[in-house]
């Protein structure tokens, strides 16, 4: 990307006799202000004054940068140290700063439609670049990161652009930041031996361990099905969750949209949750509702959209959001660190649309959900530490596996190409897969993630000495794992691994003569 900037600094005053320290200034911030934080070979792309000119209290400036460090946001980098030089010596202060016009060019190599770009004066898009200028800015407009947004709408469209043969918009962010390719394989298992053939879903709703729910991608799951979830989910609580001293919570599952926004899930999958609203304290729109209701014997949807607020709400889409909102605007002391939770109190919620498909794609599942807090160093150390120990699990059970590199870590959705000033580890995410005859990639049962500082900044987390923390989660898919399981060792606790048999209750299932 190139920025061309042209703006004015206005001060309190006329700043004539303060010019050669101005001049002093400009060589300063383009030789250190600009170039702080930039990593040596991206120095290049840091923001410079290619120009400049002091009429009265006006300081009219030229500025340009590539993507690091970009021209607005070095603009408003240099109001304070410029104040606090100029304020004692000459009583002069900024009181304003204004961008005449703004360029942004932003590289291409796909044919992209854009039907409109919000903001923006005027726009055009070339063969190989698509080009923003925006005129007349206010201070306001570059703090509130108004720009930013327009530049990750103008990439997400770029991204979106793309053909499926290629990565997608949210791959296209797990290239840049994993050191690993997506996709690599990290450790399998063994050759394990299978006892069952066909569809575990089919037999399971043969033999009455589940029944299909009304719902699209739900099941009734009867006591043979939850008696071996509640098996399997006894030995990860003890040999993984317990080893590892996280402490149990009950996180909400109604998670209000503000926090969404602040985990960026509603610009990297807004289509992908189930939004709840709350019912109007309205009786006169709801008995006319039960009036029709009762007339016609089919429920009046128009009725009830009229008694519904605006959605305020969403269900628990990833089970973690509550731990960083819980940690939001709080302050820790590094030596406390980590900070270990887990949450396995309920369901989590996914709408899959036409992905849907029998008990291992579905639109509500059960999973445990282990969170953290702390040093990179911890949050890598505890990351793998999940792996490793779900990976000895799974070898106890008899169980075909793999873990690769993961090519979708859930929080970068929300960001798609744009990952200024956040912190990301080598690698977003770690998944283990059970394999499943007939699937190709079989299912995955825990996804393991680092965000670096995506949350951390998010949340605004603070560390008390300002260093450096980050956060991880790796959530076990219970309802993959049963799925997983029961392809490849069947219904027969006689084929089931001793472990298993031990903690698999005997429970009784009453007789019901049109069902199974």
Request: proline letters at 6%; a negative charge.
């Amino acid at each position: 990307m190139k920025f061309t900037l042209k703006g004015e600094i206005l001060f309190s005053k006329d700043a004539e006799d303060a010019r050669k320290d101005i001049e002093e200034f400009i060589n300063h911030a383009n030789n250190e202000i600009f170039l702080k934080g930039v990593p040596e070979e991206q120095k290049q792309d840091a923001s410079q004054i290619v120009s400049w000119d002091l009429i009265g209290n006006t300081l009219k400036v030229e500025m340009v940068s590539g993507r690091r460090g970009r021209a607005h946001d070095a603009l408003l980098r240099v109001k304070k140290p410029l104040t606090q030089l100029l304020g004692k010596q000459y009583r002069l202060g900024v009181r304003k700063i204004i961008v005449n016009y703004y360029k942004i060019e932003i590289p291409t190599e796909e044919k992209v439609d854009l039907k409109d770009v919000p903001y923006v004066d005027n726009y055009e898009v070339k063969d190989d670049e698509v080009v923003l200028e925006f005129k007349d800015l206010e201070e306001g407009d570059l703090r509130n990161h108004t720009i930013d947004r327009v530049i990750k709408h103008v990439t997400s469209a770029i991204a979106s652009s793309i053909p499926e043969t290629e990565c997608g918009p949210s791959d296209i962010l797990t290239k840049q930041v994993t050191k690993v390719e997506p996709g690599t394989i990290l450790g399998k298992s063994c050759m394990q031996k299978y006892f069952f053939e066909g569809d575990p879903t089919e037999e399971a709703a043969r033999l009455g361990w589940v029944k299909k729910f009304p719902g699209k991608g739900q099941w009734f799951y009867a006591p043979p099905l939850v008696a071996l979830q509640h098996a399997l989910e006894e030995i990860f609580v003890e040999k993984l969750i317990e080893k590892l001293d996280f402490e149990e919570c009950l996180f909400p599952k109604l998670i209000p949209i503000p926090v969404m926004e602040k985990m960026k899930y509603l610009e990297g999958l807004p289509e992908g949750m189930y939004y709840c609203s709350a019912p109007r304290r309205d009786p006169l729109v709801f008995d006319k509702f039960r009036s029709e209701l009762e007339i016609k014997r089919e429920v009046p949807i128009d009725l009830l959209k009229e008694g519904l607020k605006d959605p305020s709400y969403v269900l628990a889409p990833a089970q973690c959001e509550p731990f960083y909102e819980f940690l939001s605007h709080q302050v820790v002391d590094e030596k406390d660190l980590p900070i270990k939770f887990f949450d396995r109190s309920g369901w989590t919620y996914r709408w899959e649309g036409g992905g849907a498909k029998g008990l291992d794609r579905v639109h509500e599942f059960q999973r445990i959900e282990l969170v953290w807090l702390g040093t990179p160093e911890q949050c890598n150390e505890i990351r793998d530490q999940t792996v490793e120990i779900s990976h000895q699990i799974a070898d106890d059970l008899e169980l075909d596996w793999y873990t690769e590199v993961g090519d979708d870590p859930f929080y970068l959705e929300g960001r798609k190409v744009e990952n200024r000033g956040i912190e990301f580890p080598d690698i977003p995410k770690k998944e283990m897969r059970l394999n499943v005859p007939g699937q190709e990639k079989g299912v995955a049962i825990v996804s393991a993630n680092i965000h670096g500082t995506h949350f951390v900044e998010g949340f605004s987390i603070k560390e008390t000495h300002n260093h450096g923390v980050w956060t991880g989660c790796t959530g076990i898919g219970l309802t993959r794992i049963v799925f997983g399981f029961l392809a490849q060792k069947g219904f027969d606790p006689e084929n089931w691994p001793e472990d298993v048999r031990r903690r698999f209750k005997k429970v009784k299932v009453p007789k019901i003569l049109t069902w199974p």
